[in-house]
């Protein structure tokens, strides 16, 4: 009998009662201020960093080799023959490669490690997906087969309040992010084929940026009916109108709109942020 494992890390940014119904583990990036490092979501919420910001802005770094080794050890004495694992993009962070080289030392589990190529519920929609297909009764390689198109049917926008954080992390240009904030344009932001941002489309002044992404949200509803979820970086107010102005349409199956982005994603988006994640039904 196979008994699959579910991984995930914490920029999946999936509601804590998904993470319980699935029993999917998640495994927390690391806060890191001068004097002290939090594990993200468990020793820090995401109100916390935003009010950190007037005093440090922390780096962040991935979750500990340590915490990757004990999960497999704790899989393992638990009776877990297979480990399935949907990690951040390998184009912005570089815990896939980290957990396959754990996972390569556990031969007594068979894992699959997948890129999904995306962030926050990007991410996350893909690791919930495969709790439904196991609580449904598919195999290990049933839902191996199907990670690749679940990924294919999943879109992600988001728009960010001010692009300072993106430039500081790395995330864009620093010429092109201060050029962008001077002239108060605002850039529609994806992940493309190979889980790197890339920007989508651009507009001028925050309500322009929320209506293109409704607008794009709609786009992709009228081709295809769609899972549709919504999550936001201390702007409920806003993500809530993005959620209403899509919930009425004809091919919206489901739409949920949840809280906050988990705090590691809120270090490098920064407040303001309202993120749009599309599921297209097979």
Excluded: W
Aim: with cysteine.
């Amino acid at each position: 009998m196979e008994k699959i494992a579910l991984i995930t890390d914490s920029a999946c940014d999936l509601e804590k009662d998904i993470i319980e119904k699935y029993d999917i583990h998640v495994l927390p990036f690391r806060i890191i201020y001068r004097d002290k490092e939090y594990r993200d979501g468990i020793d820090i919420t995401p109100a916390e960093v935003y009010e950190s910001f007037n005093r440090e802005i922390p780096t962040t770094s991935l979750p500990s080799m340590q915490d990757m080794e004990e999960l497999y050890i704790k899989l393992e004495n638990e009776g877990y023959t297979h480990v399935i694992a949907v990690t951040l993009s390998t184009g912005l962070s570089g815990i896939y490669n980290a957990l396959k080289l754990v996972s390569d030392g556990h031969e007594n589990i068979k894992s699959f490690i997948f890129d999904s190529k995306s962030i926050s519920l990007g991410e996350g929609v893909l690791i919930q997906s495969c709790g439904e297909l196991v609580a449904d009764g598919k195999t290990y390689e049933e839902i191996v087969n199907e990670l690749p198109k679940l990924r294919e049917r999943t879109k992600l926008y988001f728009v960010v309040g001010t692009l300072e954080y993106l430039t500081k992390g790395g995330r864009i240009g620093k010429v092109a992010g201060t050029i962008a904030e001077l002239l108060n344009i605002k850039p529609i932001i994806s992940t493309d084929h190979q889980g790197v941002y890339y920007t989508h489309c651009k507009v001028r002044g925050r309500k322009q940026s929320l209506k293109r992404l409704v607008e794009l949200g709609e786009d992709v509803l009228s081709e295809k009916k769609c899972r549709v979820f919504i999550k936001h970086g201390n702007c409920e107010e806003e993500a809530q109108k993005v959620c209403d102005a899509l919930s009425n349409h004809a091919n919206v199956v489901s739409i949920l709109r949840g809280g906050n982005i988990s705090p590691v994603s809120g270090v490098h988006s920064g407040p303001g942020l309202v993120g749009l994640v599309l599921v297209r039904e097979p």
